[in-house]
């Protein structure tokens, strides 16, 4: 049955203590990272891992600057540790493609014990188009990520040969939207007026009015739903990696919400979108946590070993999949964790990349 090991982990725990409660599942493991931001919560995932002797870290992220600067700041910390920065762009293929053949290359690091999908973009104001043709929040979030893990999954697989069952991980970091939203199947390049959408894709309203929007049904493209859609699409993920490599390789994937942290995600967010995000603070609908402890989740998910294969609990497909505050979480949504939905999501991502992935 899949728990914690520590129940008193919480949304004040930090990063470094998770990472030195479970410090064996970290020693000479190779770790990668994407969106390693000085400033967000991959720096303090980062951080986290570098402090219990990984073989070697793997700095994915699309600007070297900030990933240099990051390497520095540990490397002052943590010598020993090999940093290895990768360029990916996540929001473009091409650029995702050879950030993988440049990992995939590198013979003198054959395995990938564990990835951390945690880079992301929110709040684009208006609907804005990756190189590719998609919404660039879910084309960031959860196409590139798709893409880039099954690119670099033959050395996923190579590590799980040698590791016990169930400790060869991937984890998405996803949000609370996967509580809220809905994904938007039948128009993912909002051609639609969204009260035109059918009733169960129809996104809700009032969150979205609380974000700042005043006429959310007259819209097709909201931002919060465009980021919604790659959130909800990162839990599903998980449930299509579980159910397609947990019992033939022993790969296990989990989203984690990381909790409220004020970083520069929402650094593009218009004024509105601001406005409202101050308001929601203010009134206490969330507060804010510290950058380690918005990583502890992240870690919480790749290294406690009593995590198990999701299951079927209370009437809810995969309970196990989503955690937040270090815990396992059962407040995602049916469509958010059912596998149908991630097999169908699994086909949609197949087609945008245009490969199929088997393994
Ligand atoms: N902060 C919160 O309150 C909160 C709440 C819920 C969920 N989350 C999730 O937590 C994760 C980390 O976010 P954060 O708050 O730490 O935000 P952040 O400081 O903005 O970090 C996001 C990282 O993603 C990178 N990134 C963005 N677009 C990219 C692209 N196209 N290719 C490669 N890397 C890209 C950024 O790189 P650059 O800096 O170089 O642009 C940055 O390193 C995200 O998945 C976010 O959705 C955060």
């Given at each position: 049955m899949t728990a914690t090991t520590h129940p008193e982990f919480n949304d004040k725990t930090e990063a470094?203590?998770?990472?030195?409660?479970?410090?064996?599942?970290?020693?000479?493991?190779?770790?990668?990272?994407?969106?390693?931001?000085?400033?967000?919560?991959?720096?303090?995932?980062?951080?986290a891992f570098a402090s219990q002797s990984p073989a070697h870290l793997i700095l994915a992220s699309r600007t070297l600057s900030k990933t240099q600067e990051t390497i520095d700041t540990l490397k002052a910390q943590y010598p020993d540790v090999d940093?290895?920065?990768?360029?990916?762009?996540?929001?473009?293929?091409?650029?995702?493609?050879?950030?993988?053949?440049?990992?995939?290359?590198?013979?003198?690091?054959?395995?990938?014990?564990?990835?951390?999908?945690?880079?992301?973009?929110?709040?684009?104001?208006?609907?804005?188009?990756?190189?590719?043709?998609?919404?660039?929040?879910?084309?960031?979030?959860?196409?590139?990520?798709f893409l880039f893990t099954s690119l670099v999954m033959p050395k996923i697989i190579k590590a799980a040969e040698r590791n016990p069952k169930g400790l060869t991980?991937?984890?998405?970091?996803?949000?609370?939207s996967?509580?809220?939203?809905?994904?938007?199947?039948?128009?993912?390049?909002?051609?639609?007026?969204?009260?035109?959408?059918?009733?169960?894709?129809?996104?809700?309203?009032?969150?979205?009015?609380?974000?700042?929007?005043?006429?959310?049904?007259?819209?097709?493209?909201?931002?919060l739903e465009g980021y919604n859609q790659?959130?909800?699409?990162?839990?599903?993920?998980?449930?299509?990696l579980n159910n397609k490599l947990y019992e033939?390789?022993?790969?296990?994937?989990?989203?984690?919400?990381?909790?409220?942290?004020?970083?520069?995600?929402?650094?593009?967010?218009?004024?509105?979108?601001?406005?409202?995000?101050?308001?929601?603070?203010?009134?206490?609908?969330?507060?804010?946590?510290?950058?380690?402890?918005?990583?502890?989740?992240s870690l919480t998910a790749a290294l406690d070993p009593k995590l198990a294969m999701p299951e079927s609990r209370d009437g809810k497909e995969n309970y196990g999949v989503y955690l937040m505050d270090c815990q396992i979480s059962d407040k995602a949504l049916p469509g958010s964790v059912s596998s149908e939905k991630a097999e169908r999501l699994w086909k949609l991502s197949e087609e945008l990349v245009k490969e199929k992935f088997d393994w």
């Open positions: 470094l203590e998770v990472a030195k409660a479970f410090a064996e599942g970290v020693h000479g493991k190779t770790v990668l990272v994407t969106g390693v931001n000085p400033k967000g919560i991959g720096f303090a995932t980062c951080q940093y290895r920065p990768l360029i990916l762009n996540l929001s473009s293929q091409k650029s995702v493609r050879e950030a993988a053949a440049e990992f995939l290359s590198w013979s003198d690091v054959p395995t990938l014990d564990i990835v951390v999908n945690n880079a992301a973009v929110m709040n684009i104001p208006e609907l804005t188009l990756s190189e590719d043709g998609i919404e660039i929040q879910f084309a960031t979030n959860h196409v590139g990520h991980r991937v984890i998405n970091v996803t949000s609370l996967p509580t809220m939203g809905v994904f938007r199947w039948s128009d993912i390049h909002y051609q639609k007026k969204n009260k035109d959408l059918p009733e169960e894709e129809r996104p809700p309203f009032d969150i979205h009015r609380a974000w700042g929007e005043v006429d959310p049904e007259e819209n097709s493209y909201l931002p790659g959130k909800i699409g990162n839990v599903l993920f998980s449930v299509a033939k390789y022993g790969i296990l994937s989990m989203a984690v919400h990381p909790g409220m942290i004020p970083t520069e995600l929402s650094r593009e967010a218009a004024p509105r979108t601001w406005d409202a995000i101050k308001r929601m603070a203010e009134s206490s609908r969330f507060s804010y946590r510290t950058q380690g402890a918005g990583a502890s989740t």
